[in-house]
């Protein structure tokens, strides 16, 4: 079982960075990749980021790609998404997951879900 508890959200002014944490419970959380997903109101949650469990590889939706920037800390059962030159856009709940896949790119490779986060970007 991982708990998934994300931190890091907020209003940030058009063109400002936030950076989400996403802490994790479990002697596990190394085995696991990681992702970063988000949803707008009245949208779909939709796949952000995600990281392979050694950290090694890193897979980006392409609307923030050169924005966004995914990391890991294994020992600190922690993953990271650096948002910088925010949108108006970028406007969501941002989640994280948990997953036993080498990719993660759809919801449905993951088992385990964190509350989520709130992030504003104001115009």
């Known amino acids: 079982q991982v708990q998934l508890v994300e931190s890091g959200g907020g209003l940030v002014q058009a063109g400002g960075s936030l950076r989400l944490s996403c802490a994790a419970s479990g002697r596990t959380f190394s085995r696991y990749t990681m992702g970063w997903f988000r949803q707008a109101p009245g949208k779909e949650r939709e796949f952000v980021a995600a990281i392979v469990s050694t950290g090694s590889k890193a897979y980006y939706v392409d609307f923030v790609k050169g924005r966004f920037t995914i990391s890991r800390d294994n020992a600190k059962n922690t993953v990271y998404l650096q948002m910088n030159t925010l949108k108006p856009e970028d406007t969501a709940v941002y989640y994280c997951?948990?997953?036993?896949?080498?990719?993660?790119?759809?919801?449905?490779?993951?088992?385990?879900w964190g509350q989520g986060t709130q992030v504003t970007v104001s115009s």
């Open positions: 997951a948990a997953g036993p896949t080498n990719r993660g790119v759809f919801e449905t490779e993951y088992d385990y």
